[in-house]
């Protein structure tokens, strides 16, 4: 017997795109809340951004060379001492570590990734615009979100490979 699939509320959004369209394989978004879709959204996007920053800081000192100097003078630890990815845990100090999950925390709780979709009801709108990258054409700002989309979820699946 055949049933038609149920009608999907977001299937039209930004992010729908070649080959799979609106990709949904869990029904996350299948009961139409638009404030929990809305908030996935800025979820992914924030995910995106910190992947892309990631994906760039594990592959830049291997094509750049290593700061010269010293990570941490008292230790005696270097730059260059320091290994790409998990080999890493173990040489930063516990100086180190604190500064990167105080950071993270300031990204999670401070940033306001919630609040674009309390207030300004746009995700990843930060309430700032890099002035060479500012446009007013929608077109071209739908462009370019659908080009970070992408991209975070390229550099998701990036980071997780590395």
């Not at 920053?53 to 003078?73: D, R, V």
């Not at 995700?123 to 992408?150: F, H, Q, V, Y």
């Amino acid at each position: 017997l055949y049933t038609a699939s149920p009608l999907r509320a977001f299937e039209n959004e930004l992010g729908a795109q070649a080959p799979l369209g609106f990709f949904d394989p869990l029904g996350l978004s299948s009961a139409g809340d638009k404030y929990a879709f809305m908030r996935r959204r800025s979820v992914e996007i924030k995910h995106g951004r910190i992947c892309m920053l990631a994906t760039m800081g594990y592959i830049t000192p291997e094509l750049t060379g290593k700061f010269p100097g010293f990570l941490s003078p008292g230790s005696g630890l270097k730059f260059a001492d320091v290994p790409n990815g998990l080999a890493a845990i173990g040489k930063v100090p516990a100086a180190g570590w604190f500064q990167i999950f105080s950071w993270m925390a300031f990204c999670e709780v401070g940033a306001g990734y919630d609040a674009d979709v309390n207030e300004r009801k746009e995700p990843g709108n930060m309430g700032w615009r890099p002035p060479l990258l500012a446009t007013d054409n929608p077109e071209i700002k739908k462009r370019r979100l659908a080009s970070e989309l992408a991209n975070g979820r390229l550099a998701m699946m990036a980071i997780i490979g590395m």
